[in-house]
């Protein structure tokens, strides 16, 4: 039975850490290939993007932008992501600019420079921003601290149980070869009791 459970286990951790190092590349990982991941804590976007939601946004040639793209910004260190509502072209790039406004917004941003462009998203999961916020918080860093310790303790209990088993059936087992066959051995005393009368 604890051969049983330990194996059930040991799947569920190997699906736990599956989980961990998928979300670790998508958190992290995604930035090896130019990618950088975003959550989305307005509503100002839905329901293109739902409040928790993760982006990624990737660079963007500003000549490739047009209206009704996703634009990816920064505005006095605050990152914004709102719809391209209208742009100013212009001969040299480094002078366009384009005016964004949130699809639920019901003004402008005004005119954002080439400069506070961080990029176009490109994909979004949902909820996955939730999972994000909470593993950079202390309280979900402890959290996560005290589910690994909690899960080696379980793994050695079980480690431990599983080894007395073993070694009780191999104690019944040589128990059972250390005793002969009684009526073997009274055959053998019989035997030996006529060879003796013989001589």
Sequence with gaps: MIKVIKKIYDAIISLLVAAVVILVMLLVGVRLFGIKPFTVLSGSMEPRYYVGSVIYVEEVDPRELSVGDALTFSVNGT???HEIINIVDAQST???????????NNVSDGYIPV??????????????????????????LMGIACAIVILLLISFILDILAGDKK????????ISDSHSDP???????????KEDKQQ
């Design 167 to 174: 070694g009780v059936a191999d104690n019944q087992c040589s």
């Design 94 to 104: 480094g002078d366009m600019l384009f005016e964004t406004q949130g699809l639920t």
């Design 183 to 193: 009526d073997e051995s009274a055959d053998e005393d019989i035997k030996h009791n």
């Design 79 to 81: 990152v914004i992501t």
């Design 115 to 140: 400069s506070s462009i961080i990029g176009r998203p490109v994909f979004t999961i949902p909820y996955l921003g939730y999972v994000a916020e909470y593993v950079q918080k202390p309280a979900g």
